[in-house]
């Protein structure tokens, strides 16, 4: 193991999503190390194409952005191949990808339908329908869900999928809380039926007279996203105790942000909706809990009315 490349992946997730650092000082070493890099590969992937490595501000629309947006993808691409042919790799994200993927025999596919996930963003893709809306959310994080199962030893296709069930929630509470953010770079992932539904013209989504209207909005994408983490909560039996534990207090972390952005109503957006110290610890222990209860457990059937992942 590299220490270098599990520093360099161990401060980018530190500074990218303080959530899933949180979870992640749960597993066990090995465990830790592992999701750790791939969290630094997906990390950086997202940065690249959107330009924020190579001092581009990111935002979508110009003609030029986005001819380069693409280049970058095809790289990461090309660069993505390299890794499983085994070439060695020189930037240390993919230097730690490699590694994982080789560790834990990783499909080529998840990786290569994770930047799918991203062309979406480059390509402009519009949501019409909350089953677009969903398959963005497998390929940005239903994906990376079933990357960390992997990591964690899963290889049954019925748990995979309540991983990417838990990636599809995140992904969907992530939506609720950025709208605004989102909309200022130009880009909207609520589906425009359900804009056109609420009276929300597509361009003028961040518009203070239209908070309310946006506020039942996020509400609704945050009561969407609740099956998806009931369902998940089915994957933790098939996991370790440890492995077990930081899955369900990420579960509750991310879950605990879209309550938070669905009880603020039109203020959800006055300031970035995070967690404190004081909750973190207090989902910790309710994530032991979790964890606890579920050995041995059977859990019920995924609800066919789910999305389903492609297989």
Excluded at 63 to 74: K, N, V
Excluded at 188 to 214: M, N, Q, T
Excluded at 225 to 251: K, V
Aim: charged content about 25%; aromatic content about 8%; some cysteine.
């Amino acid at each position: 193991m590299n220490d270098t490349l599990v520093a360099h992946a161990t401060r980018t997730i530190q500074a990218g999503s303080k959530s899933f650092a949180t979870a992640a000082r749960l597993f066990d070493p090995d465990t830790r190390r592992s999701a750790v890099m791939l969290y630094a590969w997906c990390r950086y992937c997202d940065d690249v194409v959107d330009g924020q490595s190579l001092g581009f501000a990111g935002e979508s629309g110009d003609a030029h952005q986005g001819t380069e947006s693409r280049r970058r993808l095809e790289e990461l691409r090309d660069m993505t191949r390299r890794a499983y042919a085994g070439e060695p790799m020189r930037e240390p994200a993919f230097a730690a990808f490699q590694e994982v993927v080789q560790r834990h025999a990783i499909p080529e596919r998840y990786p290569l339908e994770h930047l799918a996930g991203f062309a979406m963003d480059v390509d402009e893709t519009r949501y019409v329908s909350f089953d677009d809306t969903l398959r963005y959310c497998y390929g940005v994080a239903g994906v990376v869900g079933i990357m960390m199962a992997h990591i964690m030893g899963v290889e049954e296709e019925t748990t995979l999928d309540r991983a990417c069930d838990l990636g599809l929630a995140f992904q969907l509470t992530n939506i609720a809380r950025d709208i605004v953010e989102d909309a200022a770079m130009g880009r909207c992932y609520l589906p425009a039926e359900w804009l056109r539904d609420a009276g929300i013209p597509e361009g003028e989504i961040a518009a203070a007279e239209h908070r309310p209207a946006l506020a039942r909005l996020a509400a609704r994408l945050v009561d969407a996203a609740e099956p998806y983490y009931d369902s998940a909560q089915g994957g933790l039996p098939a996991l370790t105790l440890r492995s077990a534990w930081a899955i369900a207090t990420a579960h509750g972390v991310y879950r605990e942000i879209g309550v938070k952005v669905k009880n603020r109503g039109a203020h959800a957006w006055d300031g970035r909706v995070s967690t404190g110290k004081a909750e973190k610890l207090r989902l910790l222990a309710q994530g032991a809990r979790m964890a606890v209860t579920s050995r041995g457990e059977t859990p019920a059937p995924r609800p066919v009315t789910l999305w389903q992942r492609p297989r």
